[in-house]
Every structure is written in structure tokens, then in C-alpha cells.
Nanobody
Framework: VQLQASGGGSVQAGESLRLSCEAS?????????MSWYRQNPGEEREFVAL???????KYGDSVLGRFIISRDNSANTTSLQMNNLKVEDTGVYYC??????????WGQGTLVTVSS
């Protein structure tokens, strides 16, 4: 199983970006819980957003109301729409696939840089 994250880039504060994570390999995408995390050097990986198999979503407090996570099971893809970006949203964003907390896969990360 591989997770390929894309869509990162450099933007100004207040702008938007959309990240995507495509899963490939021997994986029934629809039964996996998908989530996004972010990390900066020297810091712990921070939870950003999660979408469950039934479509329920959860968000970290710092992104609630600005980010939207979605999934397209037909395309084996999860996306993260990031609006009104702030400088503190800067980091490497990773997607994760999880099943029951027992099986976990991580993508390689995509860099988001937000400048003021």
C-alpha cells in the first residue's frame, strides 16, 4: 500500500490550498479511516483532520472552521481543502490510513508554506 500526497506549495496568509492523497496497492480504500497530520522540524506531529469510513469528520481545534476533509472512495483519494491559511499552518502535511488502530500507513508528506 502506498499513499501519495500532493498539492502543497507556498501561499500568502488568507489564501487557500487543496491537498490530495491517493492510495494505491492492495487496499479497499472505503474501509480505511483517513486523516491528515502536519509537522514542523523539532515538533511533534499534529493532528489536523480525520474522516471516518461513514463520512463523519473530526478536526483539530486550530483548523476547525477553515479546513475541510473529504474522501472519494471511487478514486481512492482523500482531500484537504485549506482556506484562510495562516502562517502557523506552515508544515509538512502527511496523510494516514488507519484501520482499527492496528494497521496504519503514512504518506510521504507534502510541504505547505504560508507567509505573511
Amino acid at each position: 500500500v502506498q499513499l501519495q500526497a500532493s498539492g502543497g506549495g507556498s501561499v500568502q496568509a488568507g489564501e487557500s490550498l487543496r491537498l490530495s492523497c491517493e492510495a494505491s496497492g492492495r487496499m479497499t480504500f472505503s474501509i480505511w479511516e483517513m486523516s491528515w497530520y502536519r509537522q514542523n522540524p523539532g515538533e511533534e506531529r499534529e493532528f489536523v483532520a480525520l474522516i471516518e469510513t461513514d463520512g463523519n469528520t473530526k478536526y483539530g481545534d486550530s483548523v476547525l472552521g477553515r479546513f475541510i476533509i473529504s474522501r472519494d472512495n471511487s478514486a481512492n483519494t482523500t482531500s484537504l481543502q485549506m482556506n484562510n491559511l495562516k502562517v502557523e499552518d506552515t508544515g509538512v502535511y502527511y496523510c494516514k490510513a488507519d484501520r482499527f488502530g492496528r494497521w496504519t500507513y503514512w504518506g510521504q508528506g507534502t510541504l505547505v508554506t504560508v507567509s505573511s
